[in-house]
Every structure is written in C-alpha cells, then in structure tokens.
C-alpha cells in the first residue's frame, strides 16, 4: 500500500507538475483510507472493491465530515485507482461509477471597492514594514495572484518599467499578469527604500520578506491581512484569498470580459471563473432591493 502511494505522489511530482500543496492535500487525503484497507484486513489493491470505497466514505460523513470534504477525498481516491490501472497494478478500477456528492457552492467573500480602498491605505508607508504591506496588498488586487504565488515571486519576476509580473501558477504553469499605476508605485517604493532593511544585506532573490530577511509564509500574510482589516473596522470574514476574489467579482462588474478574468487568475476551466459572474449578480440584486422606490 505504502509502495503505491509513494509512485502515486512521484507521478503527481514529475508527470503532472503539481504543487506541493496538493501533493500534500492528496496524502492528506490517502493515507488514512490506505490505513482503514490495511485495518479491513486488505495488503493488496486488488482486493479492494467499491463497497470497500463507500463503506469508508459512509464513515467520513458519519464522523461529520462536511460534503466538499467528502467529494475531494472520493476525487483523491478516484485518481490513485486510475493510476494503479495505467499501471497495470489493478485488474480493474474500483472508483467507476461511485457518485460524487453534490457541493453547495458558497459564493466567494468580497469587499466592496470602498473597503478595498480603506484596506490599501491602511499600511504606512513611513516604515520598511508598512511599505512591503502596502506593496503586496496592492499587487495582490492588481493582479488577482493566489497567496502561495505572491510569496513565490522574485525579484526578476516583476517587470515593473514595462508594467508586468511574471507568475508561476498550478501545474507549473507560466503566466504574465498587467500590474496599474498605482501597484507599481508601492513596488517601487518598496524594492528601493524598505526591502533592503527587512533583508538586512542577505543575498535573497525573494521579493517579499520577513523581518528575519526571510521569504514570507502564507501565515504571515495571513495576519498581516487581519491585523489591517480589523484596523480599519472591516467586520466581513477575511481570507488569503479575499483580495483575489475582489479583484475578478470588480472587473466583471466593471465590464471585463470572461476569458481574460480567466487568463489572469490562472484557472485551467472557465466554469471555476463563473462563480464571479453569480457574485456579481447577487449585489446587483441587492443594489436594486436597496435603490429602486417599488423594489
């Protein structure tokens, strides 16, 4: 079982690409289902049957397992029987045919372009600290880039004369993303007067840095984030992915079109895109309720 799992993540790694966080999501996900088959009594892949699949999924949701949970794990499992069938390790695919549990996909959490506005200007840009903040929020919404991107990016991966970055998404996947006026403006300031004292003369690369001159984590924007919205009064949940979900919902509603909202935050499948399109919906809804007299 252990053997498999280990040529499972090594396809993952060197065929696919996949990033570190879903390999780690996809063992997350197996090892416990490869334990429950050995606990069953089962040391052989091909002694595991779809009733063997269901009665372990049974007990996810029995345990209160929530459904995205449930249907990610069945996914995970799905793609290790393939992968043992096209490499003729199985007979057969026991995760044909199991039904996928319908998700209620929740809408994305946005801000409204004024909390936008207010969460930008709280950083001061008078420290080292504040003007590394400043930059990343701003890029952050200028560019709609995922958390685990901007952490990523490097100094030669921001152009900003030219007034684009150069992004690494899933999959190892390159893309260039437009950078306004005013994003540039923080990255510039940034790189030239405040990077260099939170680097501490280190030979780092690494656009966005600690106060150890160390690259970020997701944690640390993590709190950064809170700290600035609970300054400025914001009571909305906020997310690493909150400035990238208001930046795709504020292009839409400013007339942006699909396909190009899709090239910039990296989805592979436009259907992911189109959640945007239901936000946007919903607050012209609430618009209207607000606004017109007979509503």
């Known amino acids: 079982m252990k053997e498999n799992l280990l040529s499972f993540i090594h396809y993952l790694t060197v065929e696919r ?26 040391t052989d892949v091909n002694q595991v049957h779809r009733q063997h699949i269901m009665t ?4 996810l949701k029995e ?3 929530a459904t995205s949970t449930l249907s990610r794990n069945m996914a995970s499992i799905r793609s290790f029987f393939q992968f043992l069938l096209r490499d003729d390790k199985i007979e057969q695919d026991p995760s ?7 998700i209620e996909r929740r809408l994305p959490k946005v801000l409204s372009m004024n909390e936008v506005e207010l969460l930008l200007q709280a950083p001061q840009e008078s420290t080292p600290f504040g003007q590394r903040d400043r930059a990343m929020l701003e890029l952050l919404y200028a560019t709609g880039i995922r958390v685990s991107e901007l952490i990523s990016l490097t100094l030669d991966d921001v152009h900003l004369q030219l007034g684009f970055i150069k992004c690494m998404g899933k999959g190892s ?6 950078l306004g006026s005013l994003a540039i403006q923080s990255i510039d300031t940034y790189i030239t007067r405040g990077r260099g004292e939170l680097t501490k003369k280190k030979k780092s690369m690494v656009l966005f840095v600690n106060h150890h001159g160390n690259a970020l984590t997701r944690q640390g924007f993590w709190k950064i984030i809170k700290k600035y919205s609970k300054e400025i009064g914001i009571k909305k949940e906020i997310t690493p992915h909150t400035l990238r979900h208001s930046f795709a919902t504020h292009l839409l509603e400013n007339g942006a079109d699909l396909r190009s909202v899709q090239e910039m935050l990296g989805h592979a499948d436009i259907s992911t895109t189109q959640i945007y399109t239901h936000v ?4 012209l809804r609430d618009v209207y309720a607000k606004s017109h007299p007979r509503a």
């Not at 996947?173 to 437009?178: A, F, L, M, T």
């Open 56 to 59: 372990y999924l049974v007990g």
């Open 17 to 42: 690409g996949l990033s570190k966080n879903t390999l780690l999501s996809y063992e997350r996900d197996l090892k416990p289902f490869l334990q429950y088959l050995l606990d069953s009594g089962m």
């Open 173 to 178: 996947k390159e893309r260039i993303i437009p």
């Open 96 to 102: 044909v045919h199991l039904e996928t549990p319908k």
């Open 280 to 283: 946007t919906k919903t607050r």
């Open 63 to 65: 345990a209160g397992k």
